[in-house]
């Protein structure tokens, strides 16, 4: 079955850090770019970082730059988001995608994760 996971999702205080999981089975990262992706409520999904898969580039969006960070482990077949200094703003259901490309349009990553909540709050 083919699929992605996330985890590390939860509780914490402004300021706090959280390291979030995305893990495939049923096939390999290797040969795909990841993207993590956010829905707050009553707001559209939006992007917030990706990692190519040919030279590992990667990408974040405005608000999270210098505070996220992107990385691969593909021996694990996981990549990671950390994620430093939340704000309440960052607080979202947080997916993790595979595609092809980063600039690939979202509604066109082939898989998608069921989504981890990240709740940043005093």
């Known amino acids: 079955q083919v699929q992605l996971v996330e985890s590390g999702g939860g509780l914490v205080q402004p300021g706090g850090s959280l390291r979030l999981s995305c893990t495939a089975s049923?096939?390999?990262?290797?040969?795909?770019?990841i993207g993590w992706f956010r829905q707050a409520p009553g707001k559209e999904r939006e992007g917030v970082s990706c990692?190519?898969?040919?030279?590992?580039?990667?990408y974040y969006a405005d608000s999270v730059k210098d505070r996220f960070t992107i990385s691969r482990d593909d021996a694990d077949n996981t990549v990671y988001l950390q994620m430093n200094s939340l704000k309440p703003e960052d607080t979202a259901v947080y997916y993790c995608?595979?595609?092809?490309?980063?600039?690939?349009?979202?509604?066109?990553?082939?898989?998608w994760g069921q989504g981890t909540q990240v709740t940043v709050s005093s």
């Open positions: 049923g096939f390999t990262l290797d040969y795909y770019a």
């Open positions: 995608a595979a595609d092809e490309y980063c600039g690939t349009r979202q509604n066109e990553y082939d898989y």
């Open positions: 990692i190519s898969y040919s030279d590992a580039s990667t």
